[in-house]
């Protein structure tokens, strides 16, 4: 199904935090609607477009997606299969952030309320995801710029400035989320994401015709 881009309201005059805190549920509410077959289909579609992307790493940071975040869950299976290394986020004592392998779906465990499905095994810290080959980020949209609205929580924001050098980077979105009408709220800590990755298509954003189109409507 096609959709138009997600109507975000302006947020101009308002402090970095707040005007994240306004745009959040509106792209959530968006999500929300969704039906679970459409999420399916779009999960699908994402993990051949990601599996691209990918290409050879021998090791790939990923995300366990809730229900209704572009799901990462046929991903997650495939990188699996042809026997990537998988690394994914757990949430340690006082918030500490640490990775560790997956390992298959029925080792994935909601351990608190609120948080994605967490791996099992043996944890390694945050500085891990240096060594992943490419990295697929939860993002709730982004802009032309590479700016990414996250959940809230600040974990990624934390964790992808110890990504290696020159390792690729993609924010998994809907294509409705991709925000071209309007520069996205940053922190002077936020990091750019470069690429991403929707169930419609894989692109790099430099020089894209997403950028380009940003830039006219900037412009007109």
Known sequence: MHR?????????????????????????AAR?????KERERAGQALAAHAMEAIGSAECVAAYVSRETEPSTHALLEALRERGTRV???VLGPGLCRE??????PEDLE???PGRPPEPSGPTMPTEAIGQADAVVAPALAVDAAGTRLGQGGGWYDRVLPHVAPGTPIFAMVFDEELIA??????DEHDVPIPAVITPDRWFLLEGSA???EARRQATA
Not at 32 to 36: I, K, L, V, Y
Not at 181 to 186: K, V
């Open 210 to 212: 997403f950028q380009r």
């Open 181 to 186: 009408d309007m520069l996205l709220p940053a």
């Open 99 to 104: 990775w560790a392998d997956y390992r298959g």
């Open 4 to 28: 138009t881009q997600v109507a975000l309201p302006k947020t101009d005059g308002l402090e970095t935090e707040d005007a994240k805190q306004v745009l959040r549920p509106v792209v959530r």
């Open 32 to 36: 929300q609607a969704r039906s679970r």
């Open 87 to 89: 690394l994914l986020p």
């Open 110 to 112: 909601v351990r608190a």
